[in-house]
């Protein structure tokens, strides 16, 4: 696959997967014996293992809209980064629903074989989307 075309392929994991629940979508990009190398809520790092925290993840935010910010790519590789945006209308863990409005930010890397994910690394500010929620957590005093 070209550059452009690795891409257009990971930009459908917020796109489709996320913003839109659309779990056909997942099936379409991920393969078969996909890793997520950050799987959440104690889920198998497998497709069906990350199927199961996006549905997790559309049930306690079910308006989730992820934007794509930049994407590049290079090799069998690309990277995005994303914004998060939605309501807290669902339990999350241990948090009830709060009607509280999140917003957070994070970056993936994706390893495609053969015109499907194979692999996914994420990192995204949890530690702020927990504030959002009122997890009470404060970042210590900024020194100068």
Not at 6 to 34: Q, T, Y
Not at 60 to 68: C, E, K, Q, S, Y
Not at 128 to 143: K, R, S, V
Request: hydrophobic fraction near 40%; charge should be negative.
């Amino acid at each position: 696959m070209s550059l452009d075309e690795n891409k257009a392929l990971f930009r459908r994991i917020p796109e489709e997967v996320w913003s839109k629940g659309d779990m056909a979508a997942a099936d379409a990009v991920l393969s078969a014996d996909f890793v997520n190398h950050n799987p959440a809520f104690g889920h198998a790092p497998t497709r069906d293992g990350y199927k199961q925290t996006v549905l997790l993840f559309r049930d306690a935010f079910p308006d989730l809209i992820m934007t794509v910010e930049d994407v590049v790519a290079e090799g069998d590789k690309a990277v995005l980064r994303f914004r998060a945006r939605g309501t807290h209308l669902g339990p999350f863990g241990a948090f009830p629903p709060s009607g509280r409005t999140i917003d957070f930010t994070g970056t993936g890397t994706a390893r495609i074989d053969d015109g499907k994910i194979a692999e996914l690394w994420v990192n995204g500010d949890l530690l702020g989307l927990m504030q959002q929620l009122g997890a009470g957590i404060t970042p210590p005093a900024a020194e100068c």
